[in-house]
């Protein structure tokens, strides 16, 4: 067989093998998006409602007092990211790095210090010159269902809150990825301490309280409560971040995964078509050869 036959052969088997196993990752990756998407929706319901109970915690006493509500001591800016542990996810991690990039040249001449889940991304954040302090593996999706306190939102808790009570920065920052559809999603940066609770009316604000937290007495009091509240509600924001970025990423491989699964086809069929040209050619020429020598004699 000549050469020509030969090389379009192998690069038909290689691109027929990529083909499936970009076809493989883009069913994979959908599986996860649906469970990301069940523990984000479950998240946000309960999320809602403790951010709604906070508001009506501060408009029964506008004089509460909790540490997550002081300003911090330092002027150092601590940033919680939520990366991806693997690639193959398009832009996902070069958005996480383009957003905080932004919000770095805005808050100059503050130092801002990384705190990363997922390895790939932490490695983009290094070479693009951040400080790097610690990187936490990415916790698989089940994990958001079968420990919603635990793992990865339990050490996330610990790297925003003991820092700041510490005094050891002045505000601590989330970069996560939003998730709002199967093809929309943004990367987003947000201050968690100092904790703000965004009051109805004001940028923030997901939802309205329940009619009935407008009508509730708060026993054995606000500041009680409070006390228990917001440490619930910072674990819950974690943990909603933490769900709408593994939804994000997922959704953004199945689309990076889909695209190279039609470039893999596209490929294999004008290689196909190359192959039966040259093999079309082939036979014509040793044909030839044959008329020829028929002809001599």
């Known amino acids: ?63 509460l007092e909790h540490p997550f509500l002081r300003p911090g001591g330092s002027g150092t800016i601590r940033v919680l990211v939520i990366g991806s542990d693997r690639g193959l996810c398009g832009a996902f991690n070069t958005q996480i790095v383009e957003e905080l990039t932004a919000f770095a040249r805005r808050r100059r001449p503050s130092e801002v210090r990384c705190d990363v889940i997922g390895r790939v991304t932490a490695r983009r954040l290094r070479r693009a010159g951040y ?12 994990a958001l269902s079968q420990a919603p306190d635990g793992g990865a939102v339990a050490a996330l808790y610990a790297l925003a809150t003991e820092p700041f009570l510490a005094g050891q920065a002045a505000e601590v920052c989330l970069l996560h990825t939003e998730f709002a559809g199967a093809y929309r999603y943004a990367p987003a940066i947000r201050r968690i301490l100092p904790l703000t609770v965004a009051a109805d009316g004001e940028a ?30 910072v674990r819950t924001s974690l943990r909603h971040a933490l769900a709408g970025s593994l939804a994000s990423e997922n959704a953004a491989r199945q689309a990076a995964m889909a695209r190279a699964t039609d470039n893999a086809r596209e490929m294999l069929g004008e290689l196909t078509r190359r192959f039966s040209r040259l093999r079309q050619e082939n036979i014509t ?13």
Request: no cysteine; hydrophobic share 45%; glycine share 8%.
């Open 131 to 142: 400080a790097v302090d610690r990187v936490l593996p990415q916790p698989p999706v089940a």
């Open 285 to 297: 020429a040793e044909l030839l050869e044959i008329a020829g020598g028929t002809g001599k004699r």
């Open 204 to 233: 923030g604000a997901p939802r309205a309280a329940a009619p009935w937290m407008r009508r509730a007495g708060f026993e054995p009091g606000p500041a009680a409560i409070l006390a228990d509240l917001l440490p619930e509600y």
């Open 1 to 63: 067989m000549p050469t020509g036959l030969i090389e379009t052969r192998r690069r038909i088997v290689a691109a027929r093998q990529i083909a499936k196993a970009t076809s493989a990752l883009r069913k994979v990756a959908a599986v996860h998006l649906m469970r990301a998407r069940r523990a984000l929706e479950a998240t946000d319901r309960y999320h809602a409602m403790l951010t709604g109970l906070a508001r009506e915690l501060r408009r029964a006493d506008t004089g």
